[in-house]
């Protein structure tokens, strides 16, 4: 059982920054972090390799986000730069325990956190 605890969200101002972090609890492979727009389905933002190594990025986001990993803390983040207001959204954090799963599918991961709301005000 992993448990997935997210903290970082808030309110902010279009251009401005956040950096979310999520706390994960037992062994973990690649973490992610997906968000559900209002009104729309949860979607694939970012996800890291277990070790750390490899990232990929909804084309929404390269460039302004940067995900990475602390694995001797078991917690991934979410650098959040220049917010647009289209990026308000809950945020969730995803871990798969498995290998050979696909990286931007939310039907492939295995544990969820319970989200943390991002508002990007214009």
């Known amino acids: 059982q992993v448990q997935l605890v997210e903290s970082g969200g808030g309110l902010v101002q279009a251009g401005g920054s956040l950096r979310l972090s999520c706390a994960a609890s037992?062994?973990?492979?690649?973490l992610a972090w997906f968000c559900q727009p209002p009104g729309k389905e949860r979607q694939f933002v970012a996800a890291?390799?277990?070790?750390?190594?490899?990232?990929f990025y909804a084309d929404s986001v390269k460039g302004r986000f940067t995900i990475s990993r602390d694995n001797a803390k078991n917690t991934v983040y979410l650098q959040m730069n220049n917010l647009k207001p289209e990026d308000t959204a809950v945020y969730y954090c995803?871990?798969?325990?498995?290998?050979?799963?696909?990286?931007?599918?939310?039907?492939?991961?295995?544990?969820w956190g319970q989200g943390t709301q991002v508002t990007v005000s214009s």
């Open positions: 995803a871990a798969q325990i498995n290998y050979y799963r696909k990286y931007e599918s939310r039907d492939d991961y295995d544990y």
């Open positions: 037992g062994r973990t492979l690649t």
């Open positions: 890291i390799s277990g070790s750390g190594t490899t990232t």
